[in-house]
């Protein structure tokens, strides 16, 4: 039976969750306090049809704040513009995509949220129900650790004898399943194998990395077994919504998964505001793991200084912040006292 830990790090303006399987992470959840509720995964808010696109087969829906989603077309009856709707966000924004939504039946009234999407605490408990929820100083260390994790392109696996790649290009996620078998072994065994680890391994990382969308991947060897390599996919991707395509006689496997949450690398870029979150993790981290100091004071760019105080206030008397001219973006560092 497999052993499954959730961690919760709830850091002033970013929460991150994390789930971690028999040692390796599986899934990672990142919330922005300045996150628009409904466009969180799971929000629930009136809508209007703005416009009708039988060209993309669905509809633009006008939701709270002026921001737009598209509603794929279902076999009910066809929108019309000025509709109101209920709409629930199916999956999140990401680059160059807005939401996308489901239809909740008929609406009232101006667009407005009536059900925000899961905090991460709900979300952690979805994952993994009557698991505890560890917090502090290691909910922090997982979850930089898993980022880390989740933005790496490749997975090695000596153990196992595999080296896979795993990246996204704009039209689908490629996934290149390399194995080096033990001598002695034989071919045929050692090749299923390699490629049923290899499915458990590109699955768990496109998992952990939040993305769908088409994913083709390049299996170990020729003459597959086309009956043993959907098994092997279907339980690799188990639960993740998956449909496999046929095999190639190439050794291709082409399947599909649904998008859901924005993906990682984009929660993830080193703008001002991710610079100034890891200021205040940062300091977090030092306060809890150095209780005796009586503060701790971040030296960094003035902007930094200026984007984190808010949050570094709420971390309380025993954590400050020293703007220096002379420190570049992205170099903070404690002052040692």
Avoid at 32 to 41: A, M
Avoid at 69 to 76: R, T
Avoid at 102 to 125: K, N, S, W, Y
Avoid at 202 to 228: C, F, H, Q
């Amino acid at each position: 039976m497999s052993r499954v830990e959730l961690f919760l790090d709830d850091t002033p303006g970013e929460t991150r969750g994390v789930m971690v399987r028999d040692g390796r992470f599986e899934r990672l959840v990142i919330q922005r306090e300045d996150d628009p509720p409904h466009l969180r995964l799971g929000a629930v808010s009136v809508g209007r049809i703005s416009e009708v696109s039988p060209g993309l087969r669905g509809a633009f829906v006008e939701l709270p704040q002026g921001a737009v989603g598209f509603l794929p077309q279902g076999g009910g009856a066809s929108p019309r513009v000025g509709d109101r709707i209920g709409a629930e966000v199916l999956a999140e924004p990401r680059r160059g995509k807005g939401v996308t939504l489901r239809g909740r039946g008929a609406g009232e009234g101006v667009p407005r949220l009536l059900v925000p999407g899961p905090d991460v605490a709900a979300v952690l408990r979805t994952w993994a129900s009557g698991v505890p929820i560890e917090t502090g100083k290691a909910a922090i260390v997982a979850g930089e650790a898993a980022l880390e994790a989740a933005l790496a392109e490749t997975v090695r696996r000596p153990d196992l004898g595999l080296d896979i790649a795993v990246q996204r290009t704009r039209a689908l996620v490629a996934v290149d399943i390399d194995h080096a078998p033990p001598p002695g072994h034989d071919p045929r065994v050692a090749r299923e194998r390699a490629n049923r680890d290899g499915l458990a391994e590109a699955a768990r990382l496109i998992r952990l990395k939040s993305w769908g969308g088409l994913v083709a991947v390049d299996l170990v060897g020729g003459r597959l077994n086309p009956a043993t390599v959907e098994a092997a996919a279907r339980a690799a991707f188990d639960g993740d919504g998956a449909v496999p395509g046929p095999l190639s006689r190439f050794g291709l496997l082409q399947l599909s998964l649904p998008w859901g949450r924005t993906p990682i690398e984009e929660r993830a870029q080193s703008d001002l505001a991710a610079r100034a979150l890891e200021i205040v993790r940062r300091l977090r981290h030092r306060l809890l793991e150095d209780t005796a100091t009586p503060v701790h004071v971040m030296a960094c760019a003035p902007d930094e200084a200026a984007q984190a105080a808010a949050g570094v206030a709420r971390l309380g008397p025993r954590a400050a912040l020293r703007p220096d001219p002379a420190i570049a973006p992205g170099q903070a560092g404690f002052e040692e006292r």
